[in-house]
């Protein structure tokens, strides 16, 4: 079985998103979010989707087929939700992150770091 306790930065973006948008998770819709999340960087739609098919297979996320649409010329749209195993990377790398927080809250003081903004 392949070891999912460490994820990637990316990976989690894609985690938040599929969490966040709930039943309305497939991949444009995540795609969009995983964009608003990692700003200003951009995110490439087929590195989204590579990443969907990776947490699949780690069984992180799972994926059912809807209905064939008419406004999508009868093709029917991927959705994806958390799985349990999911929930709890996700969980475990919030609070990592928010561990990390309060040590460089508590180095650099309250409020005196900011995220760098590139061009």
């Known amino acids: ?3 999912t306790s460490s994820l990637g930065q990316f990976e989690q973006l894609v985690l938040t998103a599929v969490l966040s948008l709930g039943d309305n ?24 989707y590579v990443t969907l ?16 649409t008419p406004e999508r010329g009868g093709r029917a749209k991927r959705f994806y939700r958390l799985s ?15 561990r990390m927080c309060d040590v460089l ?6 409020g005196a770091w ?3 903004r590139t061009r």
């Open 84 to 98: 349990e195993k999911g929930e709890r990377a996700l969980k475990d790398a919030a609070a990592t992150a928010r």
């Open 105 to 110: 809250e508590s180095s650099w003081g309250e």
């Open 114 to 116: 900011k995220p760098v």
């Open 25 to 48: 998770a497939y991949g444009v819709t995540i795609h969009q979010k995983v964009e608003v999340l990692n700003h200003p960087k951009a995110a490439a739609l087929g590195a989204v």
């Open 53 to 68: 098919d990776r947490l699949e297979d780690k069984k992180l996320i799972a994926s059912k087929l809807s209905d064939p």
């Open 1 to 3: 079985m392949e070891d």
